[in-house]
């Protein structure tokens, strides 16, 4: 089974400064596709990026980004010019290719500070 | 927009209570899936359904079950309620995978479930 690793259950920035969330994951696929999912306090999940693994470039979307790592099986999101907005629960997730079912790791607590 | 429904954003139960979370969706997705989501744990997949009266097990399946009589609801069901089955629990949906591989997955608000 695939493993997905948060390492830090906690982070915190200033307001417009840039933080970097970190993910792992473990599996033996070469066809898979990774998420980061924010969930501020109103508890609503919603897509912040995804990346396909047969990919090379980075996604970005907006004021954030991936670096994604594929043989080191690494997933860092960065988010640039951080907005109080930011402050949630951010999960990264991992998806076999031809698969159904998305598995998730335990996830960062970020707060970004006025 | 996507809009995917849980029943109860808040619901008490007693021990050994059968428990019902509803959930429907309304973008006619053909995956739907349960998790439960404890602190420090993320979110644990309970179960999934690819179509209608099909279900997988994820990987906490114990204790639970699950219906999907048509397509737009997947019904989580606790057959006795137990203290450690209180959690957040979240319902969500996505379309089935294309060629060009999967959507995002849209997700419920999430039931927080007690059991006393």
């Known amino acids: 089974a695939q493993t997905v690793t948060q390492s830090q259950p906690e982070m915190s920035v200033q307001e417009a400064e840039t933080v970097t969330l970190s993910c792992t994951y473990d599996t033996s696929e070469n066809n898979y596709y990774l998420f980061w999912y924010k969930q501020p306090p109103s508890r609503q999940m919603i897509l912040v990026i995804r990346q396909e693994a047969y990919k090379q470039q980075n996604a970005t979307e907006n004021r954030f980004s991936v670096n994604f790592q594929k043989a080191a099986k690494s997933f860092s999101l960065k988010i640039s010019d951080s907005q109080l907005g930011d402050t949630a629960m951010y999960f990264c997730?991992?998806?076999?290719?031809?698969?159904?079912?998305?598995?998730f790791g335990a996830g960062t607590r970020l707060t970004v500070k006025p | 927009d996507v809009k995917v429904t849980q029943s109860s954003r808040y619901l008490v139960k007693r021990t050994g209570e059968k428990v019902f979370l509803e959930c429907v969706q309304d973008m006619d997705h053909e995956n739907m899936f349960w998790y439960r989501q404890d602190p420090g744990l993320g979110l644990r997949l309970i179960y999934f359904s690819y179509d209608v009266k099909m279900k997988e097990k994820g990987d906490i399946p114990e204790g639970y079950s699950v219906s999907r009589e048509k397509k737009e609801r997947f019904s989580l069901i606790l057959e006795s309620a137990s203290t450690n089955q209180t959690s957040m629990y979240l319902c969500?949906?996505?379309?089935?995978?294309?060629?060009?591989?999967?959507?995002?997955?849209?997700f419920g608000q999430g039931t927080r479930l007690t059991v006393v």
């Open positions: 969500a949906s996505s379309l089935y995978p294309r060629a060009g591989g999967p959507d995002e997955a849209f």
């Open positions: 997730a991992f998806m076999k290719h031809n698969s159904n079912d998305m598995r």
